[in-house]
T-cell receptor, first 121, second 110 residues
Framework: EAGVAQSPRYKIIEKRQSVAFWCNPI?????LYWYQQILGQGPKLLIQ????????DSQLPKDRFSAERLKGVDSTLKIQPAKLEDSAVYLC???????????????????FGEGSRLTVL | KQEVTQIPAALSVPEGENLVLNCSFT??????LQWFRQDPGKGLTSLLL?????REQTSGRLNASLDKSSGRSTLYIAASQPGDSATYLC?????????FGDGTTLTVKP
């Protein structure tokens, strides 16, 4: 079974430039997450999708970050314009748990990709 | 708001030693707790997942326990090896959200 795929693995940009990251979750996984991991810290949730709908984007800096998951499969995360403090690893994760009848997701086991390391100069 | 703490931040042990990593959380109404391993420059690899109704899970030399009432989990590594050197993170899930600790960086010296 193929794992979570992410690209690019590394990206170096100047501040105020834009960047996009791509994620393809494990086939059949309904829930997809984007996390930001700053060096020395644990991952922090940016956005959670259930199929192609947003479940939680409360921690996403919406003035510069955007994400979409068209057709409920792969997803892109964009940063525009980038700031120095955006330097981090961007992790994509998925899990197969479908939403409950109330629409809220009960998270099962998380599967992570290798991450995309962003350096903003 | 769930808060997850992992102490110590770093640990160095000689090869062959048994060791315990700690994870504590503030909200005991959890759905599950998951332990991960992260190698430098890599993503997170799932080690063990404990559902809220379980008290422990075992995989090879690893054993994870969960005590919801005290808000604690431990990851026990038996007969440590240099290849176990990595950062170990725990993640607690409740209300559909997973909250991560900052990890414990383990170094096993030959």
């Amino acid at each position: 079974e193929a794992g979570v795929a992410q690209s690019p693995r590394y990206k170096i940009i100047e501040k105020r430039q834009s960047v996009a990251f791509w994620c393809n979750p494990i086939s059949g996984h309904a829930t997809l997450y984007w996390y930001q991991q700053i060096l020395g810290q644990g991952p922090k949730l940016l956005i959670q999708f259930q199929n192609n709908g947003v479940v939680d984007d409360s921690q996403l800096p919406k003035d510069r970050f955007s994400a979409e998951r068209l057709k409920g499969v792969d997803s892109t995360l964009k940063i525009q314009p980038a700031k120095l403090e955006d330097s981090a690893v961007y992790l994509c994760a998925s899990n197969p748990t479908p939403p409950t009848k109330r629409g809220a997701s009960i998270t099962g086991e998380l599967f992570f990709g290798e991450g995309s390391r962003l350096t903003v100069l | 708001k769930q808060e997850v703490t992992q102490i110590p931040a770093a640990l160095s042990v000689p090869e062959g030693e048994n060791l315990v990593l700690n994870c504590s959380f503030t909200d005991s109404a959890i759905y599950n707790l998951q332990w991960f391993r992260q190698d430098p420059g890599k993503g997170l690899t799932s080690l063990l997942l404990i559902q809220s109704s379980q008290r422990e899970q075992t995989s090879g030399r690893l054993n994870a326990s969960l005590d919801k009432s005290s808000g604690r989990s431990t990851l026990y590594i038996a007969a440590s090896q240099p290849g176990d050197s990595a950062t170990y993170l725990c993640a607690v899930t409740n209300a559909g959200k997973s909250t991560f600790g900052d990890g414990t960086t383990l170094t096993v010296k030959p």
